[in-house]
């Protein structure tokens, strides 16, 4: 009933740019909370950034002023705009999007989603 499409990544060269987006469809009622975790084989996975409803947003001290999240509610689409790339940036980006659902009855219910991921790779 929820689908989420990643798009934007691939392979750039160190001090590269790229820039994720992920949209958000079916019968969502309200997206709250967003974001973009990465995870290389064999480690667990990692918030890179977060923004929420009200458009705060934290990050990794890793990535802080290199990347950008931020969000088109209009279009259920959340962005991560990542510059100054380095090779240890390299992994399979996942965003994660919570959204409440009507799931009928008048009632509404809370669920998190995860994107299918999206490989960067950061190399000469």
């Known amino acids: 009933q929820v689908q989420l499409v990643e798009s934007g990544g691939g392979l750039v060269q160190p001090g590269g740019s790229l820039r994720l987006s992920c949209a958000a469809s079916?019968?969502?009622?309200?997206?709250?909370?967003m974001g973009w975790y990465r995870q290389v084989p064999g480690n667990p996975r990692q918030l890179v950034a977060g923004?929420?409803?009200?458009?705060?947003?934290n990050y990794d001290e890793s990535v802080k002023g290199r990347f950008t999240i931020s969000r088109d509610n209009a279009k259920n689409t959340v962005f991560l705009q990542m510059n100054s790339l380095k090779p240890e940036d390299t992994a399979v980006y996942y965003c994660?999007?919570?959204?409440?659902?009507?799931?009928?009855?008048?009632?509404?219910?809370?669920?998190?989603?995860w994107g299918q991921g999206t490989q960067v790779t950061v190399s000469p």
């Open positions: 923004i929420t409803s009200g458009c705060s947003t």
């Open positions: 079916g019968r969502i009622f309200r997206i709250n909370d």
């Open positions: 994660n999007v919570h959204c409440t659902l009507d799931i009928g009855n008048g009632f509404r219910r809370n669920y998190a989603y």
